[in-house]
């Protein structure tokens, strides 16, 4: 699979997460494809930590609006409805546990459910931003990933960078499958076909629990 092709299945795998009327919200990157593969019939409502509620799809090239972005600086444009407010009613919105799925990417999550996601020693990074309190306040946590970075793991027996959060991944979503994050380990749920366990297990420093009646990975239409 080529780089779009992988960035396409994590998304509409994703996109499946999110319910009718959940208050979503997407870190920088692959996280801002998800909107594009939402079922249909799925309602949500997609909110910003820099102060915007009510997030509409990308503008057009040459339809951007320069006072309308994203926290990752990313154009937006707003749909009927939408509030903007100021930052710390955003993080009061976040950090009282307003938000129901948070998707993000990662560096490297663990068989703990622990998070690293900001910074590499030595190397230049985007930063923290608003994840610890996201990671922290949201119902649940989604990290939308590359299985490896350039052949190295990324799912860890145990974070080796600094940590973004402990304890707070739920489920893990790559091009390879779908983890869930469990008291006894990382549970193997869905594979891509184009896959077998074996791979995925190499591909992978954590020792995976493989799920009895595993299913091929699912995909929004």
């Known amino acids: 699979m080529d780089k779009n092709q992988i960035r396409e299945v994590i998304a509409r795998r994703a996109a499946l997460e999110l319910k009718d009327g959940d208050l979503v919200n997407l870190g920088i990157g692959l996280p801002t494809c998800v909107p594009d593969y939402i079922p249909k019939d799925v309602h949500v409502i997609l909110q910003s930590e820099n102060g915007l509620i009510g997030i509409g799809p ?30 710390a009613t955003s993080f009061g919105i976040i950090r009282g546990g307003h938000v129901d799925v948070t998707i993000l990417g990662a560096l490297q999550v663990d068989e703990k459910g622990n998070l690293a996601n900001w910074m590499i020693p030595g190397k230049l990074t985007p930063g923290m931003g608003g994840a ?9 946590v989604i990290i939308a990933m590359e299985h490896t ?35 006894e380990g990382i549970v193997l749920k869905e594979i891509n076909p184009e896959f077998t366990v074996e791979a995925v297990q190499a591909a992978t420093e954590a020792k995976l629990i493989i799920q009895k009646d595993i299913k091929p990975i699912q995909h929004s239409l």
């Open 132 to 140: 610890m309190d996201l990671v922290s306040g949201a119902k649940k």
């Open 58 to 87: 990308s503008p057009a090239p040459g339809e951007e609006d320069k006072n309308l972005s994203n926290a990752g600086g990313g154009y937006v444009t707003l749909k009927c409805g939408a509030s903007c407010f100021d930052s």
């Open 149 to 183: 970075a350039k052949g190295s793991h990324k799912i860890m027996t145990e974070c080796s960078l600094p940590l973004t959060a402990a304890g707070q991944v739920n489920l893990i979503i790559t091009e390879m499958g779908v983890m869930e994050i469990t008291p």
